[in-house]
């Protein structure tokens, strides 16, 4: 009988001691990190987009209340909310330059190579898993819509030529898009760097352009006209690296037989014939 009341005892005795060291603890070890983590998620925007690289705009302000990312990092706010999470947490707001999505292909209704008159699943995974779509190109967009569905900012919109154009006004540069495209065709790009290639095709002269009419030939001629360092040609394809290069200019645009490589003066699919004249005078 003694057992059996000795056992309970024991155990309550147990269960208050260590009660009473957490109590402590949260009384004279607690970190007072909770209520700035609420203020500063009160400041966001609360789309939990993932732009910024975490999972919710409360990772988020537990990292920028812990001073591991700057404000800036949220590519939603404005420039009066930023101001106001900077002020609060007494740190820079850290304006990043603004990224905004960008299509790796110009081939639309008009451009690329029909091969059939697609009417199976209205969607770009769908089609891409099932027959490929209509188009002859296997590396070009699908057309179909499933980055405008995905879009949560209404910043994709379906244009007349079966492409989608990105509004930068209201991209937020979350990577929903990017998900969205089977054929990882978006990618997301400073809107300050206006040069840009509009193609994804691997392959060189006229295999790639029987594809689409405006498809890349691998010339290199965008890479010899533009500054020491900027273009490199690779798997047929211009690639622009800012970092390695001198300052980008539309000239390396101008000798580009198909228009592959275009100069961007912010929304994309923009009339380059326009765009060249200007730059030209």
Not at 41 to 67: I, M
Not at 93 to 116: E, F, P, S, T, W
Not at 152 to 167: R, S
Request: net charge negative; glycine share 10%; hydrophobic share 40%.
């Amino acid at each position: 009988m003694s057992n059996l009341l000795t056992a309970p005892a024991i155990m309550t005795g147990i269960g208050l001691f260590f009660g009473t060291i957490l109590a402590v603890a949260q009384r004279f070890l607690k970190v007072e990190e909770y209520p700035r983590i609420e203020a500063t998620n009160e400041l966001l925007p609360g789309t939990n987009c993932g732009a910024c690289g975490q999972p919710g705009c409360l990772a988020f302000a537990e990292k920028l209340v812990a001073g591991k990312i700057a404000p800036g990092k949220c590519t939603v706010s404005s420039d009066d909310q930023l101001e106001k999470i900077a002020e609060l947490l007494q740190v820079d707001a850290g304006r990043a330059d603004k990224l905004v999505a960008r299509l790796k292909c110009a081939g639309g209704q008009r451009q690329a190579h029909q091969i059939a008159e697609y009417q199976g699943f209205e969607g770009c995974r769908a089609a891409a898993v099932v027959s490929g779509g209509g188009k002859g190109c296997a590396w070009g967009c699908l057309g179909l819509g499933d980055c405008e569905r995905a879009c949560t900012f209404d910043a994709i919109h379906m244009n007349a030529n079966g492409l989608p154009q990105v509004d930068t006004s209201k991209c937020t540069a979350c990577p929903d898009c990017q998900a969205a495209c089977p054929r990882d065709l978006f990618e997301l790009a400073p809107l300050k760097q206006n040069l840009y290639v509009q193609c994804n095709i691997p392959l060189a002269g006229e295999a790639a352009t029987q594809l689409c009419a405006v498809a890349c030939d691998a010339c290199g001629r965008c890479a010899a006209d533009a500054a020491p360092g900027l273009i490199r040609m690779e798997g047929n394809l211009p690639v622009i690296d800012y970092s390695a290069g001198g300052p980008a200019s539309p000239e390396a645009t101008f000798r580009c037989p198909t228009s592959a490589i275009v100069w961007l003066e912010g929304e994309q699919f923009e009339d380059q014939e326009s765009i060249r004249a200007e730059a030209a005078r």
